[in-house]
């Protein structure tokens, strides 16, 4: 065998192995592939290994339902504290669209946590399970996509404090928006 043969069939397999991933890839997402590389670190940090679970253990059937990172009041109070700064106000009403937009969230996977323990013949001892945040995307529910619209006006109702306070500041008045008013007429 020549090779210039050896080097063509390499090639071909290599294509073949690089297109099969693609497809797979394309059909299956990233949920089967390894885990995010973060979720090692973290896994490190509460004291189990990740490494003692193997690919086909990860559990995609139950998915965890999307909630607002710091809750529904907790994204009003967050909105109503930054935009007491006069920046933010500009600001954060382009984060709360993307709330009213979303269509897809992280898909988890249920995977056992598991602690090293050379007592056993495994290994390992089970201490619990867990959800971890796969590359994949899933996408929401009806409810869940409700949820979000309600998280994003709630995010806007934040606002209004921030607004109301600098409107307070400029005019010396809770209710006069002549300061806004003239601020958008003179700069269009």
């Not at 909630?67 to 954060?92: D, H, M, Q, R, T």
């Not at 928006?177 to 958008?184: A, D, E, G, I, K």
Request: proline share 5%; charged share 20%.
């Amino acid at each position: 065998m020549g090779l210039g043969n050896l080097f063509v069939k390499s090639v071909t397999r290599e294509i073949g192995r690089n297109v099969g991933k693609g497809l797979s890839n394309d059909m299956f997402g990233d949920w089967h592939a390894t885990p995010v590389r973060a979720s090692i670190s973290a896994a490190k940090g509460q004291g189990w290994d990740i490494g003692f679970v193997s690919p086909n253990e990860y559990d995609i059937s139950t998915q965890p339902a999307w909630k607002p990172n710091y809750g529904y009041f907790g994204s009003f109070l967050v909105n109503a504290l930054l935009s007491c700064f006069l920046v933010p106000i500009f600001i954060l009403p382009f984060f709360s669209i993307k709330d009213f937009v979303r269509t897809k969230t992280p898909l988890y996977a249920k995977i056992p946590m598991r602690k090293k323990d050379g007592r056993t013949k495994v290994g390992y001892k089970e201490i619990g399970e867990t959800y971890i945040q796969l590359k994949s995307k899933r996408q929401l529910t009806p409810e869940e996509k409700r949820n979000s619209k309600i998280a994003g006006t709630l995010e806007l109702l934040g606002l209004i404090p921030g607004i109301l306070l600098w409107n307070y500041i400029m005019t010396n008045s809770w209710f006069d928006f002549s300061y806004w008013l003239s601020y958008f007429t003179a700069t269009s």
